[in-house]
């Protein structure tokens, strides 16, 4: 089946009992049994949920795995994927990666003996020299949050893999839609469900998807056992929503072209980041890698005090944290969504205070435009 034809119908099959053409939603918790050891393949909704198990097999379908596991956030699924590691493990990791996977990684896991590296996985030579004997896992971004850095999944994958560690690629900015990281050669994708596979901005969520059987087996155990499920009707709003995705992404995308051209060209904009423009470092990786550049910009228009005025200026591009809805949303990485990664390690990473991160919506792009045109001209 084609991608837009599975995003509608992969694990929406008509309710049996009722024809129902949406996947019910099933609030429950729990189910009765017929007797001892006898039931319908649903015991305790921790354990199995209709609901839920429809959407993980729709994203699974989407990101070309065996099997996937839906839980309460994005970052509770990076927590389930790390249980792969443990204490005196080495994991390699993106050093441009959302601040909460960075947090993560460095206040809670490292607490329990998992060593980490954060480096530029652009460079290849870069990730390989950081191996170690005991290193287990490389966990990449791309594109990175925020400033769209890509790396070479096939070839960090082989790099990888040729010492034995497993690869976690956080899809999220791109969608399975635009890249498959299973297919490049990844052994996990992760999204925040809350982002683009929603896209409505009215549910927090994540998914892990996987190829190799074993590795859902122990997924599966670790998404009973630690209980940081989907709910239902969350379960159900990413179903919604992902039946949209194809046409959402696509307007997402063409939005966003049309508005980093602007950007770039502006007096006012130091450096504009988007994978789509000619300029970008990696953009034959992306034109190679993905289907297409997304819906995210980020923007440097030099310093705090014009990132403020620009940020309380605009009036149709919403401040907030988040991104992949379908209304645009603007942001500041570095008091927002990286404020947890030191400012000097920021600095170094381009996230400067003058940086704003852009989630392009689907809404007509020339009112954007505008809305953005008479913000930059309240920079001084």
Same mark, same amino acid.
């Given at each position: 089946m084609g991608f837009s034809t599975d995003a509608i119908h992969a694990g929406n099959a008509p309710d049996p009992r009722t024809g129902a053409v949406a996947v019910p939603i099933y609030q429950t918790s729990t189910y009765v049994q017929e007797a001892l050891g006898r039931h319908k393949g649903y015991e305790y909704a921790r354990t199995q949920n209709p609901t839920r198990a429809a959407l993980e097999e729709n994203v699974a379908v989407l990101e070309a795995g065996v099997g996937a596991c839906a839980f309460a956030s994005g970052m509770a699924a990076i927590t389930a994927v790390s249980t792969f590691v443990k204490a005196g493990d080495h994991v390699v990791c993106s050093n441009l990666t959302y601040g909460g996977t960075y947090r993560y990684f460095t206040k809670i896991q490292a607490r329990y003996g998992v060593e980490f590296t954060f480096v530029d996985t652009a460079d290849a030579d870069a990730v390989r020299s950081s191996m170690r004997a005991n290193t287990k896992m490389l966990h990449l971004e791309t594109p990175t949050n925020p400033m769209m850095t890509l790396c070479d999944i096939p070839l960090l994958s082989e790099i990888a893999h040729e010492r034995g560690a497993l690869v976690v690629v956080d899809n999220t900015f791109a969608s399975p839609y635009l890249q498959r990281p299973l297919e490049l050669g990844a052994d996990f994708a992760v999204h925040s469900t809350t982002k683009f596979l929603n896209g409505h901005s009215d549910s927090v969520g994540g998914v892990a998807v996987v190829k190799d059987p074993?590795?859902?087996?122990?997924?599966?155990?670790?998404?009973?056992?630690?209980?940081? /499920?989907?709910?239902?009707?969350?379960?159900?709003?990413?179903?919604?929503? /992902?039946?949209?995705?194809?046409?959402?992404?696509?307007?997402?995308?063409?939005?966003?072209?049309?508005?980093?051209?602007?950007?770039?060209?502006?007096?006012?904009?130091?450096?504009?980041?988007?994978?789509?423009?000619?300029?970008?470092?990696?953009?034959?990786?992306?034109?190679?890698?993905?289907?297409?550049?997304?819906?995210?910009?980020?923007?440097?228009?030099?310093?705090?005090e014009a990132a403020q005025a620009l940020l309380s200026r605009v009036r149709l591009c919403s401040l907030g944290e988040s991104l992949g809805g379908v209304e645009t949303l603007i942001s500041h990485p570095a008091t927002m969504t990286h404020g947890s990664i030191p400012e000097e390690e920021r600095e170094k990473l381009g996230i400067t205070m003058g940086l704003v991160r852009l989630s392009v919506g689907i809404e007509d792009v020339e009112d954007l435009v505008a809305d953005l045109s008479q913000a930059l001209e309240a920079i001084g």
């Open positions: 074993a590795h859902l087996e122990w997924l599966s155990f670790v998404q009973n056992s630690s209980g940081a /499920i989907l709910s239902p009707f969350d379960s159900w709003l990413v179903l919604r929503g /992902i039946k949209t995705l194809v046409v959402r992404m696509e307007r997402h995308e063409t939005n966003a072209r049309e508005i980093a051209r602007y950007l770039a060209q502006h007096p006012k904009v130091k450096k504009t980041y988007y994978p789509g423009l000619p300029d970008h470092p990696q953009h034959e990786l992306a034109r190679r890698q993905m289907k297409g550049f997304g819906g995210m910009i980020s923007f440097d228009v030099g310093s705090h």
